[in-house]
């Protein structure tokens, strides 16, 4: 006696899933613009993830509207629309003049231009029986190409031997996003939103796999990268670590980690004639703390 299996039922119960993990993904930069806020400046932030996040939501938004049947896939980028347009909002508000221009720019040259005319192409010079099939596969290349960013990331990962750039809570939040919304889509047989998503989810699994090897790393960066002026030695540099999935939540997390590095100062003539009896302390200077080791002199 056979299962039946009700397909569109099992679509729901992903799509829900999907709709309340990627409800959280969005809300992920909360923080990061909470101190925006609090410091009335984007500091080393870029408006470019949540341009690109908006721009996604927007095609898979529209994509959603033609289709129709797709609901979810409605509720969640209309939600993505709301809270990717209030995070350029305020980025444009405490952003710097050079910052705030080329911010437009690029909000205006994609999300203006660049969706305009896939909009009008598909409306004014696709027929209708093909609109849902031609966009769909709009929406596929845009999201499989912009998983260059996360693959660079694991291959940085794969370089230093560091997951300091990929946070594992995210890739697997995102992981399992791409899980429930890879599933939402072959169970509505659409190909157009399972093929993001298995690779989406392709993509997590070597993430979460890589954190797995080099979790207890603590990293091996080449010589080239130890190479820098000492006023920026000790200045807080700022990380970008890049979270993709395909319906509409790609982010950059800017992450703060101070970067410390091991400087061998040679010793001159003087520093030997020195009293070895006078104890060198350490010093505390603009908040950072400096040891000098004398050597043992000989009796």
């Not at 040259?109 to 909009?119: R, T």
């Not at 192409?121 to 960013?149: D, E, N, Q, Y």
């Not at 693959?151 to 992981?175: G, N």
């Not at 002026?229 to 000790?234: D, P, Q």
């Amino acid at each position: 006696m056979g299962i039946m299996i009700d397909h569109h039922l099992l679509a729901n119960i992903f799509g829900i899933l999907g709709n309340f993990i990627s409800f959280c993904v969005f809300l992920a930069p909360v923080p990061t613009f909470y101190r925006i806020f609090k410091k009335k400046s984007t500091e080393s932030f870029q408006s470019l993830p949540y341009q690109v996040s908006l721009f996604s939501c927007m095609l898979w938004l529209y994509y959603a509207l033609l289709k129709k049947g797709a609901f979810l896939l409605i509720t969640i980028n209309c939600f993505g629309c709301v809270v990717e347009t209030i995070y350029i909002a305020m980025f444009l508000t405490y952003a710097t003049k050079d910052k705030k221009t080329s911010a437009m720019k690029l909000f205006m040259a994609m999300n203006v231009a660049f969706f305009s005319s896939i909009l009008l192409m598909t409306h004014f010079f696709v027929k209708s029986p093909l609109k849902v099939s031609v966009l769909g596969w709009i929406c596929v290349a845009i999201s499989v190409s912009v998983f260059a960013a996360p693959l660079m990331v694991v291959a940085r990962v794969i370089k230093t031997k560091s997951v300091e750039f990929m946070p594992f809570s995210l890739s697997f939040f995102l992981t399992i996003s791409a899980v429930m919304w890879g599933a939402y889509g072959l169970f509505l047989h659409d190909i157009c939103i399972a093929i993001p998503n298995v690779v989406g989810f392709l993509l997590g699994m070597v993430q979460m796999v890589l954190y797995g090897i080099y979790k207890n790393s603590k990293g091996e960066f080449e010589i080239n990268e130890k190479k820098v002026n000492s006023s920026t030695s000790s200045e807080q540099q700022l990380k970008s670590v890049v979270v993709m999935s395909p319906l509409g939540v790609s982010e950059v997390h800017p992450v703060d980690v101070t970067v410390t590095e091991t400087v061998e100062v040679p010793l001159s003539d003087h520093d030997h004639e020195e009293d070895p009896s006078k104890e060198m302390e350490p010093s505390i200077e603009d908040g950072k703390c400096h040891v000098v080791t004398v050597p043992p002199q000989s009796v």
